[in-house]
């Protein structure tokens, strides 16, 4: 098991690594100008031993646990299975997963669906087979603990506030942001929580994850099936997402800026120990920000 140290993250965005970004020259509404960083776009093309499973679109930090939480939220790697290496070549963006005994992933391959989602997200027909029978804990989350987290995350430098373009997922534990990567597409960004925990054998019961995306229903599924028991976003939700969180008992909160939030399901796990209205709002600091 690994010890999580008293930083305040373990691992956090690194908006000033020269390779995330690239420079260019536009224009602006009046014909100025303009220098910007935007967001690079690379390919990693994921292996598990012989068999070329994926090829995703990602920005290019991480790719072993990105590749480890990939194959482990698309059933294709178990908590039985031994990993030997996790090799990775940055010439050829590639990166081989191996394990001591084959698993039966050419039939899940036969599954593959796309879904919706940024950057194409894809979900294998087995992973809601997944969500049969799956208990999550009930751990209770603290209201206070939701408006900490907001506002640490939202205050943490992040490629997202350096360039845009980008999800965020944030592994949490009570008032504490541990884990906070970035990526094109959400789906990669919660892949590489999940990795990163199957690496390094972190346990989930007492968890939350925070993200930039939308509640989706394969966002819903990952958190489930990493054993997570909380979900929040500052963005929406949609319907399927909502129905599966209340059929695994995850707790669902979306919408949350500032003092508000909704939470659609798991509600009966919320504690309630905080006053909204002492929390400073978030459209009223944003118009004290642009006044000054």
């Known amino acids: 098991m690994a010890t999580l140290t008293d930083t305040p993250y373990t691992i956090a965005p690194q908006p000033d690594l020269p390779r995330l970004t690239r420079a260019v020259t536009g224009t602006d509404q009046t014909g100025r100008a303009v220098d910007l960083r935007v967001v690079e776009e690379r390919p990693l093309t994921i292996y598990l ?54 698993s039966d992933h050419e039939a899940k391959l036969q599954k593959k669906t796309r879904t919706s989602g940024c950057a194409v997200g894809t979900v294998f027909g087995d992973m809601m087979a997944g969500l049969t029978g799956l208990k999550l804990p009930q751990t209770p989350v603290r209201t206070s603990d939701l408006y900490a987290l907001a506002a640490t995350i939202n205050r943490t430098p992040s490629l997202y506030l350096e360039a845009g373009a980008i999800h965020g997922t944030v592994l949490c534990q009570g008032e504490r942001p541990l884990v906070y990567m970035e990526d094109v597409g959400r789906h990669n960004a919660v892949d590489k929580i999940a990795g990163w925990m199957f ?13 930039t995306g939308r509640l989706t229903s394969e966002m819903v599924i990952k958190t489930a099936l990493m054993g997570i028991p909380t979900l929040v976003s500052r963005s929406g939700f949609t319907a399927w997402g909502v129905e599966i969180a209340q059929q695994v008992g995850l707790t669902l909160v979306g919408r949350m800026k500032g003092q508000r939030f909704i939470c659609l399901a798991g509600d009966h796990r919320l504690i309630r120990d905080m006053d909204p209205a002492s929390v400073p709002d978030e459209a009223r600091r944003q118009g004290r920000k642009a006044a000054e």
């Open 49 to 102: 031993n012989s068999r070329e499973i994926v090829t995703a679109m990602t920005i290019g930090d991480y790719p072993a646990y990105l590749a480890l939480g990939f194959l482990r939220n698309q059933g294709m790697l178990s908590d039985s299975d031994v990993v030997t290496a996790v090799d990775y070549d940055a010439e050829l963006e590639v990166v081989v997963v191996r394990t001591e005994v084959d």
């Open 199 to 211: 690496a390094e054998g972190i346990t989930a019961d007492d968890k939350l994850l925070y993200t």
